[in-house]
């Protein structure tokens, strides 16, 4: 089989900041996860605000190092990768980064036409007219003529991140992150940009790292789905059995936590477990971290953490209740 276009393995990022005169606390941002992502998949990463998705997102873009764990791009170890100009050039060229406010990573003193070639001018490469314009005419900005000279203020929203997205396909890249990319946009919108998304996939051959918090939203262009709870992944698999049969109570109540847009086809009583607020990543509870609010929590769960277990063919789940939450 071929090299995983992402391998980590037990991969860690905690940050030391100041508390206080002389104190020091650990924020466990990312605490052990792994995850293999297949060249050409789109690997979601979901979860609240605060359960690490950015800082996996920052570490797969080699932004910061992991604590500890193993991290590799194609059979490569970002170790090697980060000590190696070479190396390091040929990989911040092949995985790039959408963001999640298109508004505040364009630069509003410069044209459409200006931020695209700036990544051509970075690394050095060749452009010319006709590429920058079938950029923008791959993200459905046609004619790309009428917003070459145009400012990010005199495009629309949903204009923006195309632009941005135009920004990251123009080194024809292998692997590209995406960070909330819908998250400031208005829902029919996010459609559009998730429907742009999954035709550009194929069209640059890509590997897609999508991060959100809205899991309804990635069912059309999901392939595998990582669910994160306050730095740990606590539940991996194939998005279909993801949505069709989620096993841990959190992807459950992720699932519930958007009402259905049709009153009628609510169930009855959902699962209670979204209220309350996730935990401190200083100071994480012993067990399951999700204890303190998961309705079928027992003695077990206070005490002892679940490690991830393989329900069905590569689904895996850390919880020690399965068979009460999953009927
Ligand atoms: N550079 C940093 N220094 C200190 N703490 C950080 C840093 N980056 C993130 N954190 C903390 O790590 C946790 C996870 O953050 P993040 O990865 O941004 O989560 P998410 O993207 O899921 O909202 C949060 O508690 C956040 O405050
Ligand atoms: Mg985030």
New binding site residues.
């Given amino acids: 089989m071929n090299e995983a276009a992402i391998f980590a393995e037990d991969v860690k990022k905690y940050?030391t900041?100041k508390v206080g005169f002389r104190k020091k606390a650990e924020?466990k941002?990312v605490d052990g996860i792994s995850l293999i992502v297949r060249e050409g998949e789109s690997h979601c990463i979901v979860?609240e605000?605060?359960?690490?998705?950015?800082?996996?997102s920052k570490l797969v873009l080699g932004l910061e190092p992991p604590t500890s764990g193993t991290l590799k791009f194609f059979g490569e170890d970002l170790k090697e990768i980060l000590v190696d100009k070479n190396k390091l050039r040929a990989f911040r060229k092949s995985v790039q980064a959408v963001f999640q406010d298109p508004y505040s990573s364009l630069n509003p003193r410069k044209t459409i036409k200006e931020i695209l070639e700036k990544p051509f001018k970075v690394h050095q490469i060749d452009y010319n007219s006709s590429i920058i314009e079938s950029l923008l005419q791959d993200v459905g900005m046609v004619p790309p003529q009428a917003f070459l000279d145009r400012y990010v203020h005199q495009i629309s929203g949903g204009q923006r991140q195309r632009v941005c997205i135009a920004r990251a396909l123009a080194l024809k890249p292998k692997i590209v992150t995406l960070d909330e990319p819908t998250a400031a946009l208005d829902v029919t919108i996010k459609a559009q940009i998730l429907n742009l998304l999954i035709d550009l996939k194929s069209k640059y051959n890509l590997t897609y790292v999508i991060?959100s918090h809205e899991l309804p939203l990635l069912k059309g262009i999901a392939d595998k789905i990582t669910v994160?709870y306050a730095?740990k992944v606590i539940e991996q698999g194939p998005a279909k059995n993801i949505f069709s049969k989620p096993h841990h109570p959190y992807t459950i109540g992720l699932l519930e936590s958007i009402p259905p847009p049709d009153p009628k086809t609510a169930k009855e009583k959902p699962l209670p477990v979204m209220e309350g607020e996730p935990p401190s990543?200083v100071n994480p509870p012993p067990g399951c971290r999700f204890h303190t609010r998961c309705p079928f929590a027992t003695d077990v769960c206070r005490k002892e953490e679940p490690k991830l277990s393989e329900v069905e063919k590569e689904h895996f789940t850390a919880c020690f209740h399965l068979r009460n939450v999953v009927q």
């Fill in positions: 940050y900041v924020i941002a979860g605000s605060g359960s690490g998705k950015t800082t996996v991060i994160m730095g990543p």
